[in-house]
């Protein structure tokens, strides 16, 4: 048997356990690389542009990761500690079956009963208002449980964000270099490693300005609509906005729209219409004037490819997939225009 062959076949078989070792070892750290991976390629033109005038790698790094903290990182840890705070309020009236939610379906159910219309159902005054109360109770548990869970494992969270930290200051600083060695060795070739790369840097740039951005707008102005109204919980109801708005196919009038038939029935007329008028002519349609601006031609993705996408990206990943769902079907994507040019001469003929 050729010696050569048989070194070939080792070293491949030690190279290949080699790195499914590495890759395991890296297996806990996988979501904070991931995210620094894309603010990275997201933040990446401000650092070249801070560095192009300080000439220091070091210091433009640290700044821009500054801007990342102040525009990205802290709204975010303050908004969860609202919400936080909110949801334990909510979640707390439930329990002691108090509060304007509960008195909200108990009017509901009294608009039914003294209907000529619905008194006919015979509703169970009792059975319906626990029900509905359990409902909205589950959704508050769900957002405070996950809340409480990220608070009780702090210290967890904080040495995940540290190594996200640290990790983007690399990324930033010799994020470059890094690409261009992994570039140089794989097997790909040029062409294709920046299709690849660009696919990766504008599948998680439409995501989340896209996405994200305008699915907090919605959710905010829901937020405001909600407490203007009247309407108790108004910032838990915002983020479940925001959330049905993040996953295409869906959006937020799923919640304001029973929110107004609600107001409708309980008597409350100038509240409904308010919340019929806000929600269909500025929240619903909000994302059609400022999604554009925002993605331009950051991705082509067709939408039905998004949807299923971003759903199984969410199951499989929980609230990172909305990222890398998308970015795997972009990669997928990619992959199949690379073996159309390589076989194109064959394709032709069929």
């Known amino acids: 048997m050729d010696l050569s062959k048989i070194r070939s076949l080792l070293f491949i078989i030690f190279f290949g356990a080699t790195t499914i070792g590495f890759i395991y070892l890296l297996k806990p750290f996988f ?10 390629s997201i933040f990446y033109p401000v650092y070249k542009k801070i560095n192009s005038r300080l000439k220091h ?11 990342v903290l102040v525009v990205i990182i802290i709204p975010v840890i303050l908004m969860s500690s609202l919400i936080l705070k909110e949801s334990f309020n909510i979640y707390d009236s439930l329990a002691n079956n108090q509060g304007p939610i509960v008195s909200t379906v108990k009017n509901i159910i ?7 219309i619905t008194d006919r159902f015979n509703i169970d005054e ?10 909205a109770k589950t959704i508050t548990d769900f957002i405070f449980t ?26 930033f600083k010799d994020g470059e270099n890094i690409l261009k060695r992994l570039a140089h060795i794989s097997p790909l070739g040029n062409k294709h490693e920046i299709i690849m790369y660009k696919k990766f840097t504008s599948t998680a740039r439409a995501a989340l300005k896209g996405t994200l951005i305008v699915g907090a707008i919605q959710g ?12 108790e919980g108004a910032l838990i109801w915002g983020i479940i906005m925001m959330m049905f708005s993040v996953v295409p196919g869906f959006g937020s009038y799923i919640v304001w729209l029973p929110a107004a038939i609600i107001m409708f029935v309980g008597g409350n007329m100038w509240q409904g ?4 008028a806000v929600g269909a002519l500025l929240i619903s349609t909000i994302d059609n004037f400022i999604r554009p601006i925002l993605i331009g031609k950051d991705t082509q993705m067709h939408p039905l490819l998004i949807l299923f996408s971003t759903l199984g ?12 769902g998308p970015i795997i079907t972009a990669f997928l994507t990619s992959l199949w225009e690379m073996y159309e040019q390589y076989y194109q001469d064959e394709l032709a003929h069929d």
């Open 57 to 67: 790698n070091n210091t433009s790094s640290l700044l821009t990761i500054g801007l």
């Open 313 to 324: 990206g969410l199951l499989f990943f929980g609230i990172s997939g909305f990222i890398i």
């Open 146 to 171: 996950a809340a409480k869970n990220l608070t009780q494992n702090s210290l967890t969270f904080l040495v995940m964000f540290i190594i996200m930290i640290y990790t983007l200051f690399f990324f």
């Open 273 to 276: 219409i308010v919340i019929v």
């Open 31 to 40: 979501y904070p690389i991931f995210w620094a991976a894309v603010m990275a």
């Open 220 to 231: 905010f102005l829901g937020a405001l609509l909600f407490y203007a109204t009247g309407i």
């Open 126 to 135: 009792q059975q319906v208002t626990a029900k509905l109360t359990e409902v």
């Open 110 to 116: 009294g608009w039914i009963k003294n209907n000529s």
